[in-house]
């Protein structure tokens, strides 16, 4: 069972930058795909960015320019990096990996939900005007 831990969440003022991590608890070298989602209250959790095994990245329309999703292989960690942030940033972030092969990656559009099988606990983002 992989258990996925995501730290840096936090406190910023709108134009800040937070950088999140996402350790698995074993090698997610075999995950088909990895994605960071997040979930604001009262909405629908979403998805941000997500990476495929061959190094193929996704950013959702309404973080591109200000986010970017990498993993470093040699570390086993994913990474968010967000800049820029915005108030409407706030929510809670979740990692997420699929290792059973259900995840589509395409460019241009959001990670589903339905398509990864682990989930990590989740990081808070707070960004304030």
């Known amino acids: 069972q992989v258990q996925l831990v995501e730290s840096g969440g936090g406190s910023v003022q709108a134009g800040g930058s937070l950088t999140l991590s996402c350790r698995p608890s074993?090698?997610?070298?075999?995950?088909?795909?990895m994605a960071w989602f997040r979930q604001a209250p009262g909405k629908e959790r979403e998805g941000v960015a997500a990476?495929?095994?061959?190094?193929?990245?996704t950013v959702a329309d309404s973080v591109k320019g200000r986010f970017t999703i990498s993993q470093d292989n040699a570390k086993n960690t994913l990474y968010l990096q967000m800049n820029t942030l915005k108030p409407e940033d706030t929510a809670m972030y979740y990692c997420?990996?699929?290792?059973?092969?259900?995840?589509?990656?395409?460019?241009?559009?959001?990670?589903?939900?339905?398509?990864?099988?682990?989930w990590g606990q989740g990081t808070q983002v707070t960004v304030s005007s």
């Open positions: 997420a990996a699929d290792l059973l092969g259900t995840c589509e990656l395409r460019v241009g559009f959001r990670p589903r939900p339905r398509e990864y099988n682990y």
């Open positions: 990476i495929a095994r061959n190094g193929l990245t």
């Open positions: 074993t090698s997610t070298r075999s995950a088909y795909c």
